[in-house]
Each structure stands twice: as structure tokens, then as C-alpha cells.
């Protein structure tokens, strides 16, 4: 219903201004302010100090959009913010690596099959402002998203933000239309560890994706491409450098 919440934060003091400009609440036109996120799934999204930032909200059956996010706000940073790490920092800063997913329910079911390093991105890209959160205690990303051609592009993009950001990405290559969730379903744990283990870093996989491609010279310089806009992004002179050597023994030039 649209009215429900409202009525509820009106009998435990909670006024319905406040409950508006924190984003539960959305004015209408002419109507009383009607409940933001309805007929869904609720995930509390925590900042680092365990606080609440804002909602995610999956959809209950069909509808557009399949997820809705909390309005910016003061609070709610979207960017900034990753689900799930204010619990897996610490085991990311003890094993130095993260698992970075595309939704909440993806990050749940690693949750549950026993990798507690994840993190999921908010219904948006990886930002730069969310590498530069994670690297404070970690070395490597594994990106682990959708097994289809928009979670491989997404799934490089990710692997750029994260390079130039001072990560060492691997990107994970699910089968075909699988998300993690799916894989796990079908598959054990030690299956989902073993894919880990054998994901390729940026260029290398930029290098196997134009050969596979069949376009010859063109594949490879669209490949090179896009390791050389990568590499121009990052701000360290030494680390820079050593890329370019890494870029020039994979592509052979």
C-alpha cells in the first residue's frame, strides 16, 4: 500500500517533512506523501560506522524497475557506498582480497556458501570512490559478475576503475547467463573457488577476448586500446610505467 508507512511513522513521532526529505516518503502533486518503496524486498544499506545509509528495494514479481535505490542525499551516496562491506572489511583487510558482485542477493548467497570478503555495488557501476574505499585493507578484486555480454562489459569496466584505483583486478568468467547465485545453486563452493582462482587480470583477458574475437588487427587494437585509455588514468609514475611493460609483453609490442 502507499499510505502504510506514513501512518506508522506518524504514531511513533516521526514527522511526515523528515520522513520526506530522508526519501521514505514521496510527495505527490496534490495527495498526502505516499510510501517510496512498495511491494518490495527491503536491504538496509550501512555505511562503514554500521550505520544505516539508505534502502535497496528488489521488486516483488514483475515490474519496472527491478531495483530501487534510496534518493541521494547527505546520507545516501551511492558512489561512496558498497553493500555488505561494513561486515566484510575485516576479512577483506585479512586476506587482502575482495569479491566485488553486482546485487544484494548475489552477495547473500556467497554469504552463505562461505566467502564472507564480498561486497556488491548499489545498482550502479563501480565508482572510483568505492575502489579507493576498498583499497585501504585490500590488494586484489575478483569480479565476479553476470555471465552474459553486459556482465563482461561491465565486468572490464570495473576491472579499469579498479587498476587505476591501485586494486589488482581478476575477472571471473561465470558460464553463460549465470549469475553468481545461479552458480551456486548448481555447483559447490569449491567450484565457485576454483573459477576465482583461475580469472584472468585486465589486459590478459582484453588479449584472449580479441584473439577469440576473430577480427584479427582490429580486435587487437581495440584491445590495446582500451588498456592504453586504462593505463593513461593512473596517477602513479612507477606503477604506470610497470603496466605499460605488462601491456607491451601481453600484446607483443
Known amino acids: 500500500g502507499s499510505q502504510w508507512l506514513g501512518q506508522k511513522l506518524k504514531a511513533n513521532g516521526v514527522s511526515l517533512d523528515l520522513a520526506v526529505r530522508t526519501g521514505l516518503l514521496m510527495q ?5 506523501p505516499f ?19 539508505g534502502f535497496g528495494g528488489r521488486i516483488i514479481g514483475p515490474g519496472e524497475p527491478k531495483y530501487l535505490n534510496s534518493r541521494e542525499s547527505n546520507y545516501f551516496n551511492k558512489r561512496a557506498l558498497l553493500y555488505g562491506f561494513s561486515v566484510s572489511r575485516i576479512p577483506i583487510a585479512r586476506s587482502k582480497k575482495a569479491i566485488l558482485v553486482e546485487g544484494y542477493l548475489d552477495l547473500l548467497a556467497l554469504v552463505q556458501h562461505g566467502f564472507n570478503n564480498c561486497v ?11 575502489a579507493q574505499a576498498l583499497h585501504r585493507g585490500c590488494r586484489t578484486l575478483y569480479v565476479l559478475y553476470d ?7 561491465a565486468s572490464i569496466r570495473a576491472a ?12 571471473a568468467m561465470l ?18 573457488g576454483e573459477l576465482l582462482h583461475n580469472s584472468l587480470g585486465y589486459m590478459e583477458l582484453l588479449h584472449d577476448l580479441a584473439v577469440k574475437s576473430g577480427k584479427g588487427r582490429e580486435g587487437l587494437e581495440r584491445a590495446i586500446r582500451a588498456s592504453v585509455d586504462t593505463i593513461s588514468g593512473v ?5 604506470q610505467s610497470l603496466l605499460i611493460d605488462e601491456a607491451s609483453t601481453v600484446f607483443g609490442l
Open 175 to 192: 558460464p553463460d547467463n549465470l549469475d553468481p547465485d545461479d552458480f551456486l545453486q548448481e555447483n559447490s563452493p569449491e567450484a565457485l
Open 235 to 239: 596517477n602513479d609514475p612507477i606503477r
Open 147 to 153: 555471465g552474459d555480454k553486459a556482465g563482461l562489459k
Open 120 to 130: 556488491a555495488t548499489c545498482g550502479t557501476a563501480f565508482t572510483v570512490e568505492q
Open 35 to 53: 510510501t517510496y518503496f512498495r511491494n518490495r524486498i527491503i536491504f538496509p544499506v550501512r555505511n562503514i560506522a554500521q550505520r544505516i545509509a
Open 160 to 171: 579499469s576503475v579498479a587498476l587505476q584505483a591501485g586494486l589488482e583486478p581478476k575477472i
Open 28 to 32: 505527490g502533486d496534490y495527495d498526502k
